[in-house]
């Protein structure tokens, strides 16, 4: 969890300086200026990056070793006289309007070895501090400077260099295979690991009373307890001089704590770099799910999503329909695609998957009215931008056959976008594939449906010939999107077994408030366009000529319970919700995967009243009769599990009497002969019957010994 706020907090300051850096380039171009970015630094390593932001034509740098003074502690004003130091400045030009400065150290970090006579080393483990000064400068005037508080400790580097040789795995029985765990770096003395091989002298006088204790400081193999060496004649009890051991290091019990097994190559772990993406290699011929391509062998892509987020190239599957829409925000009018595509980048050749190729229909069409294809706009600018033919959207048609394509169409819909700061639009693209004139329909399970997928609806075509088919449709719900209108308001499917809410807000005025019978009818066909269907299919995979397959949908008006008549500024009776009531029941059982079949679909409309709510002190629209209120209009669907049937009810004495019950009782009478039945496997059927027979053998005698029989001999004679 720690790791994951971490990485959210070093997104949140890379997007906050990202930002920063956009507005300064937009400041220093605007005022045609030079700026620092950032203005003062502090170094810890060899090498330091700064961004000088600005018109940088005919700007030279200059770097100096500053000295603060005594008394105020300032270091002076900048100066465009430059000075010898141990630093290197080179700059690169990253834009039109952004240098790159950066400083690398001219000077080994390594510890100087005592009484060494090389210069170029570090006499003191702090290696560099001081403070440096760079001046941007036209001709002898100062534009900007930059501070860099510098403060650097030397690296503690081994003395040989090392070589490339493999590295030799000791006996496993006799020597532990990591003998200095401390040793973590690489040709590198570790601090405090006084078992580190790459450690000089030097080095280990500065840390050898506080070396790393226990195995992993290097004792791995420490001496057992009852090594004669370990204990002082002090401390030692009076046996243990006679009961201690005498023996060699290569038995100590430790070393059986290694195995004498052979190495194997480690296995990578995970990357965040980008993999390599191979080549695609195209198939003879298209089977569903596999990508379509290009006559040059490379994949044909539309914007589609991938794990939620819009990718502009992404490949068109066969026989895979898709309908998605992305989000875009504008600061400035696109040059490049997909916002910005020529007709004839659009018109390519496709393979067909027979051998031959199919070129891409193009239908322009130009859309005057761009408000259903923009969310939000931002107008803090006086600006005004307009950008022409802006795709809007790229509906594909593909027409199969068999494994082949056939034909593509494109309806390539673009238009006007006028905006001024910024404005976000909602482009929308979209493939289907059409069997002659019939798009290719997935069904929602085999043979029931699944938990997720759509519920399949249709509407019974009576005109095709009197043949009684049905034609697939869905049943929606009300998706809102941007404001939140019913006027741009979209629909999602009802996914079986998920209950959900959703809706929509109409503006209405008190004029429309004093036409109750025109407005009842606007809600009414609003709410009837989420459901045109008149059939809801049994299972996930429907005939669509068997209607023993498919349920009728029953629509159902709950009144209000209170009649009241309509006034001059409320309205009754308004079929604001619409709820859909679904019955499913557990058909059977296909590998353990239980069949879920719908067996009833019921569609209520509630009727409550409307009236405009003048209170909080806002009382605009009981004033003006055009002023409009937000209503709700919501749609929700519920699904219900009908329990399985296993037998009659049972009645008030089977409930309650549990005295012959063996299931809830632990002494069952009905089964005290149960031994000597065939239906006990226990022992052979001869032996449990003689073993029966003994026992009935022992009742007789018992009874008649007993003293029931002795006091009816008594009553005879």
């Not at 990253?94 to 006499?123: F, H, M, W």
């Not at 939620?308 to 066969?318: E, I, L, Q, T």
């Not at 989420?530 to 629509?555: E, R, Y």
């Not at 009649?563 to 409320?570: A, F, G, K, N, Q």
Request: proline share 7%; charged share 15%; glycine share 6%.
């Amino acid at each position: 969890m720690a790791n994951l706020d971490n990485l959210l907090f070093s997104q949140v300051s890379i997007s906050r300086q990202l930002t920063c850096v956009l507005l300064l380039i937009s400041l220093a171009h605007t005022q045609n200026i030079v700026v620092f970015q950032p203005s003062r630094l502090t170094a810890t390593g060899p090498a330091v990056t700064a961004l000088l932001l600005g018109n940088t034509s005919d700007i030279s740098l200059n770097l100096r070793t500053l000295s603060s003074s005594n008394t105020t502690g300032s270091v002076g004003s900048p100066s465009c006289e430059a000075e010898v130091t141990q630093w290197v400045l080179t700059r690169e030009q990253v834009g039109k309007t952004a240098v790159r400065i950066q400083l690398s150290l001219n000077k080994s970090l390594r510890l100087c070895g005592r009484n060494e006579a090389d210069t170029n080393c570090c006499p003191k483990p702090l290696c560099v501090l001081e403070t440096l000064q760079v001046t941007a400068c036209v001709g002898s005037k100062p534009q900007a400077s930059l501070l860099i508080q510098t403060k650097i400790h030397a690296l503690l580097v081994p003395a040989n260099a090392g070589s490339d040789n493999k590295t030799v795995i000791p006996n496993q029985v006799y020597q532990p295979l990591g003998s200095c765990p401390c040793d973590l770096t690489f040709r590198a003395c570790d601090v405090r690991c006084c078992c580190d091989k790459d450690c000089s002298i030097e080095d280990l006088k500065l840390f050898v009373s506080h070396c790393l204790p226990g195995p992993f400081g290097g004792q791995v193999s420490p001496a057992p307890d009852y090594q004669c060496s370990v204990q002082s004649f002090k401390n030692s009890p009076d046996w243990f001089p006679i009961l201690c051991v005498n023996s060699p290091p290569e038995n100590n019990p430790y070393l059986g704590l290694f195995y004498q097994g052979n190495t194997i190559t480690s296995k990578p772990g995970p990357s965040f770099q980008r993999p390599v993406l191979s080549a695609p290699v195209p198939g003879s011929v298209y089977i569903q799910g596999s990508p379509i391509f290009l006559m040059n062998d490379q994949y044909f892509t539309v914007p589609q999503k991938v794990l939620g987020r819009c990718v502009n190239s992404a490949p068109v599957a066969f026989l895979r329909n898709f309908k998605v829409n992305c989000v875009t925000v504008l600061r400035s009018c696109p040059t490049g695609s997909p916002l910005q595509t020529l007709p004839t980048n659009l018109r390519t050749k496709v393979k067909n998957g027979q051998g031959g190729d199919v070129i891409v229909d193009v239908i322009d069409e130009v859309t005057i009215d761009t408000r259903q294809f923009i969310s939000s706009t931002d107008a803090s600018s006086d600006e005004e931008l307009v950008c022409e033919n802006v795709t809007l959207a790229l509906d594909y048609k593909f027409y199969w056959k068999g494994n082949g394509i056939t034909s593509i169409t494109l309806t390539h819909t673009v238009g006007t976008i006028t905006f001024n700061s910024s404005v976000a639009i909602t482009t929308r693209y979209s493939a289907v594939f059409l069997n002659g004139e019939f798009m290719v329909e997935p069904n929602s399970g085999n043979p029931g449906y699944q938990v997720g997928r759509p519920v399949i609806a249709g509407i019974v075509d009576t005109l095709d010939n009197n043949t009684g088919s049905v034609q697939r449709t869905s049943i929606n719900l009300w998706k809102p999107v941007s404001d939140g209108l019913c006027s741009t308001a979209e629909t999602k499917p009802v996914l079986f077994g998920e209950n959900s809410t959703s809706g929509c807000l109409l503006p209405v005025s008190q004029h429309n408030l004093t036409q109750c019978s025109l407005l009842r009818e606007t809600v009414t066909s609003l709410q009837a366009a989420l459901i045109t269907a008149t059939n809801v299919a049994k299972s996930g995979n429907p005939d669509p000529l068997t209607m023993t397959d498919w349920v009728n949908i029953s629509f159902v008006t709950h009144n209000s319970s209170t009649t009241m008549e309509d006034t001059i500024s409320s309205c009754h009776r308004v079929p604001s919700h619409q709820h859909i009531h679904v019955w499913s029941l557990i058909s059977g059982m296909v590998e353990g995967i239980p069949q879920r079949d719908i067996q009833a679909l019921q569609v209520s409309y509630i009727l409550s009243p409307w009236a405009l709510d003048c209170g909080g002190g806002d009382v605009s629209q009981c004033v003006d009769p055009m002023e409009t209120q937000l209503f709700p209009i919501t749609s929700s669907v519920t699904f219900t599990d009908i329990p399985v049937n296993t037998g009659p009810p049972k009645t008030r004495f089977q409930i309650n009497f549990t005295e012959y019950d063996c299931n809830r009782n632990d002494v069952c009478w009905p089964e005290l002969a149960f031994p000597i039945t065939k239906y006990y496997t226990g022992e052979p059927y001869s032996q449990s019957l003689a073993k029966g027979l003994i026992l009935v053998f022992f009742f007789i005698t018992a009874s008649i010994l007993g003293t029931p029989w002795r006091q009816i001999r008594q009553a005879w004679n």
